[in-house]
């Protein structure tokens, strides 16, 4: 209890420095997951689309996660220094396979009827994907939020 009181205590006092940190978290955090949104997203669909793209990246991919942060961390670092920018590189990395794998999986669990539906009614590969296929998949792609 005394410690929880120390930190209490710690965060009233330097409630400015505190402030700031959670500022630097927050963007860490949502640069991390935007960059990774950005590059997973269509390579996940790629992925769902095409079977021999799918095989190397999905390969990659599931190699990444077995990496520890700290490890990727230690990669990083001597290329980039310390600071706001190998972690926001670390980060990314660990945020890309639950993006990617669950982007795959958003537009590989589409009914393959739904798409013909649309393909018949005279919808372009544009459309199908914008109309269909992602208000589609979008609820499994969330999933990498939680």
Request: some cysteine; aromatic content about 6%.
């Amino acid at each position: 209890m005394e410690l929880i009181n120390q930190v209490f205590q710690y965060v009233v006092e330097n409630r400015d420095r505190f402030l700031d940190a959670v500022m630097v978290h927050i963007k860490l955090s949502a640069f991390a997951l935007l960059f990774s949104m950005l590059l997973c997203v269509p390579l996940g669909i790629l992925c769902a689309k095409n079977s021999k793209v799918q095989t190397s990246v999905m390969n990659v991919v599931n190699s990444l996660r077995v990496i520890p942060s700290l490890a990727i961390l230690v990669i990083v670092i001597p290329f980039l220094g310390t600071g706001f920018t190998p972690a926001l590189v670390a980060l990314t990395v660990l945020a890309c396979p639950p993006v990617l794998i669950n982007t795959f999986l958003g537009f590989r669990c589409i009914n393959p009827a739904v798409l013909e539906a649309a393909s018949g009614m005279g919808m372009e590969k544009c459309q199908v994907l914008t109309k269909i296929e992602f208000p589609l998949a979008l609820p499994i792609i969330s999933l990498m939020l939680v």
